[in-house]
Every structure is written in C-alpha cells, then in structure tokens.
C-alpha cells in the first residue's frame, strides 16, 4: 500500500517513538524509586533508641537513635574535603547538650538550619531569653574516632578555662562511648537515588536531543514553506520517485531528496545546491565513525545534512552521493576541496 506524500512528510516531522518510550521509561524509574524511598522510610524503619541513655555511655554502634537536642556549640571539627567546607559530603561534629550531659553530633545542613535557634540562645547573654523548645534530631550512632577526642577535649577545656580541665581519659565520662551521626540512616537508599540520578540525568540527554531534533526539523519545514516546495514535493512523493533507499526511508524523486533516516528530517531541492560532499567523523583521525552527505544551497550560508549513517561511506550511501551529483546544476561545487570552499564562501 503506497503513502500519500503528505503522511510521508508527517512521519519525517514527528517526534520519534524512542524518544517518547525514554521519556516514559525515565519518568516510571523516577517515580518508582521516589516511591520506594518514601515506602521503606515510613513502614521499615526501626523503633529508635533513646540516645541519652546513661549519657551514651556503653551504647553499641550502627544502632538507629534519636536525641532532644536543647543547646548547641558552634561547628569543633570537619572531616572530609576540608578545602571544600560547603561540601555536603563532610562530617560536620558539634557539641549538643540535653539537660546536664554533653553528646556529639554530626549534622547535615538540614539539621543544622532547624538548630539555629537553640545555636544562638546557647550562646546568648540575655538572662532574659527564653529558651526555645527542644528539637528531636534522628540518627545512626557510630564509634568516635580518635582524631575527633582530641578536637572535642580540646574544644571543651578552652571553652570552660580555668582548673577544670580534661584529658582523654576522661572523653567518655563527659561525652559518652558514641557519637549521633544525623547524616545516616537505617535505611539506606543508595540503590534509589543512583536510579533518580542515572534516570534524570538520562532524560536530559534525551531532551537535549529532542531540542536539537526539533530545531532541525523547524528548520526544515521553514525551507520548504518559504520556497513554496510542499505541493510539488508531495505531488513527487506521489508520482516522481525514482529510488529509495535505507527502508524506503531515503527518497529520490525527480527534483527531490527526502530523507527521514535514523530519526533526522532533510528535505533538498537538487536545484539549490550550490556545493555537494561527503563528510566524516573520525575518531582521532583514523576510524571513520560516521559519514553524512552535506548539501550546501545557493544562498552561500545554508547547509543541510542529509544520509546520516555510522561507519564509513557503504556502496549504497555512495550511489545516493553520486545520484545527487547527477541532479544538481552543471556549476555545482562536488567534494571537499579548500578551492571549493573559497569559492563556495566567495
């Protein structure tokens, strides 16, 4: 069953089914991993423990906890990219207090902006301020790392001066066994976040690529509408067509190239091509990875690519290259000379 030419046209200038399949792939993994995060947070998190338990002191690790934080020190002591402060990434360890007992605590900035307030009364001189009400911080606990004692005995002998000093020996007594990392959770969603991220990333290729397509394509239909070719190019998509190629997706006709092979949409009047070669992408100067056919028109700044396809020039790509050369004007520039292109540029 032939095709009316009009259909023809329609299939070159539509969207793509791989890129609505992708777009709809990339949105399921999305919403299914956002949906998968929020599921296993609300029903399989454990029952936390109270982290004030005996001041922290013989509590195990990797144990999921929570603590009513009432006041706060300013930022002891980061880990991690310490020229990047603002990294995310970095243990960030403050000093928390809840009644008489101090606990160490790794925030995230989440946390650390809803601590603001109890930061700043800990550090008030208003005897009139009024405490602000306890904020309940969640977290996994995990053993102190030596580097990090010394930091926080240190912190704490310079904040309270005087005689009342301490040693490492005394770390546990004053800070518990453990420290409360806010950044962790039970349930680790690694598997999830990878997915969002790989996902997301994967449909903004795609649109990137729809963008460019579309572009290409409104500049196609642009040429055809502003020469007036869409009555006579359907008429030879009707009548006129002499070869076709690549699955009836490259069509010769009579005064015509129309070709909407591997998702690309060039339509050429022979009659405007003013120069003609074949160009190839290589890789590193040595492997041909693509070849396309470059049609440059009569106006010395428009140029279509038309043939796309991987690898080097195959017989057929180079019978619709010497088709081509047949049908344009007799002074039509044929190949890639730098004489060519001085004469083409003018």
């Known amino acids: 069953m032939e095709i009316s030419g009009e259909k023809i046209l329609k299939k070159g200038t539509r969207t793509s089914k791989w890129i609505i399949i992708g777009y709809i792939i990339c949105i399921i993994a999305i919403i299914g991993a956002a949906y998968s995060m929020v599921y296993r947070e609300e029903n399989l998190m454990p029952e936390p423990i109270d982290f004030t338990t005996n001041g922290a002191i013989g509590l195990e690790t990797d144990k999921y906890a929570y ?78 790392p030596e580097e990090l004692k010394t930091y926080m005995v240190d912190f704490f002998n310079q904040s309270i001066g005087g005689e009342n000093q301490i040693t490492i020996d005394d770390f546990e007594d004053y800070f518990g066994s453990v420290l409360l990392n806010v950044r962790r959770s039970p ?23 729809h963008l460019v397509s579309l572009a ?8 055809i509408t502003k020469n007036g070719y869409k009555e006579d190019l359907i008429e030879q998509l009707e009548n006129s067509v002499e070869e076709k190629h690549y699955k009836d997706k490259v069509i010769i006709t009579k005064d015509f190239l129309v070709d909407f092979n591997n998702d690309k949409f060039s339509v050429v009047k022979f009659s405007d091509v003013k ?22 028109l009569d106006d010395g700044k428009t140029k279509f690519q038309c043939v796309n396809i991987n690898g080097k020039p195959t017989d057929e790509f180079v019978g619709i290259f010497n088709k081509m050369c047949e049908k344009v004007p007799a002074d039509c520039l044929k190949g890639f000379t730098a004489e060519n292109k001085r004469e083409y540029k003018g």
């Open 187 to 209: 349930i680790d969603t690694t598997v999830e976040e990878a997915i969002i991220i790989c996902s997301a990333f994967i449909a903004l290729i795609i649109f990137v690529y």
């Open 216 to 223: 290409s394509k409104l500049k196609m239909k642009k040429y």
């Open 67 to 144: 603590l009513k934080i009432e006041g706060l020190t300013d930022e002891v002591a980061i880990f991690g990219d310490v020229e990047n402060e603002s990294d995310s990434t970095n243990d960030r360890y403050y000093i928390a207090m809840n009644g008489s007992y101090l606990y160490i605590v790794d925030l995230n900035f989440e946390t650390i902006d809803m601590l603001k307030e109890i930061q700043d009364y800990t550090y008030s001189t208003d005897e009139n301020a009024v405490p602000p009400e306890a904020v309940t911080v969640y977290g996994m606990t995990e053993a102190v």
């Open 275 to 296: 120069w003609i070669y074949i160009h190839n992408v290589k890789y590193y100067g040595v492997l041909t990875v693509s070849s396309s056919i470059m049609a440059c």
